[in-house]
């Protein structure tokens, strides 16, 4: 099955830029999703289809994705910005193995 | 306003069964896609199992093909996970989601604030 490998922790201080990476075989030809969860909340979607933003998250938010590695990009961080952060990719179409997560990676703003 | 409400989580013996609900309004059900996903207490997100809108296709992860069964009433708004032989690994918040679009799987738009289930003797 499909392994997506996330850094287990990012720091980062406020106003500079933290960096997320998500690792996968090839994942540059998959169209990977990005999501945020703070303690006690369901997951919200920051970034789609390796780089668009849904409606009301910030432009600070974007992505990119190619080769083996996609990455998360949060601009000027923010103390609001820690949490932890998913990648998600479908696995693949051969197999029907479904959605997959990575691991997570929790983003602290010192 | 998309609103995912999961109903149905409790504790329950290992080896017995049951049925989480997720309850949809402010959209059009019978339109999307819609996915179980679970969180063990203190780890990371799990996908569960994915419904098409008409209820025609379904996958599951391996980790819970053959044990659980997910499917919908298009009629009543409501989306359904049926988990039978139930593990103490099983033990998790099981949130309910949205696909953003329904044409295709993913990504997950909207989720439900989740079920906790706690599979314990």
């Known amino acids: 099955s499909y392994v997506l490998t996330q850094p287990p922790s990012v720091s980062v201080a406020p106003g500079q830029t933290a960096r997320i990476t998500c690792g996968g075989n090839n994942i540059g030809s998959k169209s990977v999703h990005w999501y945020q969860q703070k303690p006690g909340q369901a997951p919200v979607l920051v970034v789609y289809d390796d780089s668009d933003r849904p409606s009301g998250i910030p432009e600070r938010f974007s992505g990119s994705n190619s080769g083996n590695t996609a990455t998360l990009t949060i601009s000027r961080v923010e103390a609001g910005d820690e949490a932890d952060y998913y990648c998600q990719v479908w696995g693949s179409s051969s197999d029907h193995s479904g959605v997959v997560f990575g691991g997570g990676t929790k983003l602290t703003v010192l | 306003q998309v609103q995912l409400v999961e109903s149905g989580g409790g504790v329950v013996q290992p080896g017995r069964s049951l049925r989480l609900s997720c309850a949809a309004s402010g959209f059009t059900f019978s339109s999307y896609g819609m996915h179980w996903v679970r969180q063990a207490p203190g780890k990371g997100l799990e996908w569960m199992a994915v419904?098409?809108?008409?209820?025609?296709?379904?996958y599951y992860a391996d980790s819970v093909k053959g044990r659980f069964t997910i499917s919908r009433d298009n009629s009543n708004n409501t989306l359904y996970l049926q988990m039978n032989s139930l593990r103490a690994e099983d033990t998790a918040v099981y949130h309910c989601?949205?696909?953003?679009?329904?044409?295709?799987?993913?990504?997950?738009?909207?989720w439900g604030q989740g079920t906790l289930v706690t599979v314990s003797s």
């Open positions: 989601a949205r696909s953003m679009w329904g044409s295709k799987w993913l990504p997950c738009h909207s």
């Open positions: 419904i098409s809108y008409d209820g025609s296709n379904k």
